[in-house]
């Protein structure tokens, strides 16, 4: 009997699988596609060493392969099928609109970038902004919003109106719609949060710099008073009160390097508090120079690189089990909204710009405005600074990481004409291992071992 046509294609396995041994798990993450895989040990030795030669599609277990893009056929051109994908998601119609509808403050972080200008939003730029999103809501495949600041909450009663208009506006076209916001969680009580959940904003970044000493010296009020209390009890209510599952927090800290051992500290006190809720994520950062003049104070203290940090997170297993290393997400996710050609970011003045990290700065930032009718005209060739991909090194070839470090670039650093960043300079490859390791924990993979 003659083999099918399908019979004879010979495979080789993805030149992006990630491959991961440990504790009798055998993980395989493709960087391309960003999913995660557990098989057997058997089938896991098996694609480390499957290549084009004498790999006959034969098996139903290697057509099951071939579906996850665990395979390839032989003569598959993978650099070629990575720039496509990678391109579909910087140009995929999704509205992606990061809003800052004030510029004002009332903390005064020491390592902040921000003027914290008194300038708000008027009524006439909301209303630009509502008639913004009616317009162009059809098409997109979803509708995303970020609330930034300054702090966002200072304008909470305006937040709450453009998130009702446009969840109401998305619900009418069939278009899922959600938000997320950055707030230092002063003003976040129980009763604005149910609000704002009931709204849409299902996704939550707050800063807790450590323990109360710490973070009160970090993070001040404008009037130079303690923060803590106030927002650690906020989120405390919200944990013990909130009637919501599906909203997530994530309680982000900033390190210096004399801080470490109290943050340490830190964490054995939350971790009984919090170690259990899958709602509740947290996340640490070194402290970083984004500008201003207040963080050069503290430039003695950063650490040099991000993997200096994971380091010393690695060496303690609590911070492990509380998921403490950024999760396995899809491609789109990881990609910033500047990097996307349907994502802007809108100012309280109602000037669009593609990165709120340098709005003062830099004039090939701004892309134009909405006029009071809710249409956008942009600048395009600005827009599409921010598209570009970065340079691959010689070292790049062959790195299974490629994909993550294309989409994962800043596009700002880019358009400044920055070379492309490394994760593995840059995070270390211990940083890599816990990102996959941590989103197994999570099960955020897919079983193939039956």
């Not at 098996?46 to 057509?63: C, D, G, H, I, M």
């Not at 200072?154 to 938000?179: E, H, N, T, Y």
């Not at 971790?271 to 201003?292: A, H, Q, T, V």
């Not at 596009?411 to 941590?438: I, Q």
């Amino acid at each position: 009997m003659e083999s099918s046509s399908k019979d004879l294609r010979e495979f080789k396995s993805s030149i992006f699988n990630y491959f991961m041994n440990r504790d009798k798990h055998f993980l395989i993450y493709n960087t391309l596609y960003s999913k995660l895989y557990l098989l057997n040990k058997e089938d896991w030795d098996y694609l480390r060493t499957l290549n084009s030669s004498s790999n006959r599609f034969a098996s139903q277990k290697l057509n099951l392969f071939f579906q996850h893009g665990l395979v390839v056929e032989s003569d598959t051109e993978e650099k070629a099928l990575m720039y496509h994908i990678i391109r579909s998601v910087i140009y995929e119609n999704r509205l992606s609109v990061t809003i800052i509808p004030t510029e004002a403050c009332n903390f005064r972080c020491t390592y902040c970038f921000e003027p914290h200008d008194d300038n708000f939003m008027t009524d006439e730029t909301e209303k630009s902004i509502v008639k913004f999103f009616k317009r162009n809501i059809h098409g997109n495949k979803s509708v995303q919003i970020e609330w930034f600041g300054g702090e966002p909450l200072l304008q909470k009663d305006r937040v709450l109106r453009i998130m009702r208009s446009v969840q109401q506006s998305c619900q009418k076209s069939g278009v899922p719609f959600f938000a997320s916001m950055v707030t230092n969680g002063y003003l976040l009580d129980l009763d604005l949060f149910e609000e704002l959940v009931d709204s849409g904003v299902y996704y939550y970044q707050i800063t807790i710099d450590g323990p109360e000493i710490i973070h009160n010296n970090q993070r001040k009020y404008v009037n130079g008073g303690p923060t803590f209390d106030r927002v650690y009890g906020n989120i405390l209510k919200i944990k013990e009160g909130s009637r919501h599952n599906h909203f997530h927090i994530v309680i982000r800290s900033n390190l210096s390097k004399p801080d470490f051992d109290q943050y340490k500290n830190f964490i054995e006190v939350v971790r009984p508090i919090f170690g259990n809720d899958k709602r509740f994520l947290f996340s640490c950062e070194p402290i970083y120079d984004w500008g201003g003049e207040t963080v050069k104070s503290l430039k003695n203290t950063m650490f040099d690189k991000r993997s200096q940090l994971t380091d010393q997170l690695l060496q303690d297993k609590n911070f492990s089990s509380m998921y403490m290393f950024d999760s396995i997400d899809s491609l789109s996710s990881r990609r910033c909204i500047a990097g996307k050609s349907h994502g802007f970011m809108i100012n309280y003045d109602g000037n669009i710009y593609k990165c709120g990290m340098s709005i003062d700065n830099e004039k090939f930032t701004r892309l134009g405005s909405i006029d009071q009718n809710g249409s956008m005209v942009i600048n395009e060739a600005n827009n599409a600074r921010f598209l570009e991909l970065g340079k691959e090194y010689d070292k790049c070839n062959g790195c299974c990481w490629l994909p993550q470090c294309l989409i994962c670039n800043c596009p700002l650093s880019h358009a400044r004409g920055k070379d492309m960043r490394c994760l593995k300079d840059f995070s270390g490859d211990a940083y890599l291992n816990e990102t996959v390791w941590n989103s197994f924990l999570q099960k955020k993979h897919i079983d193939l071992c039956n």
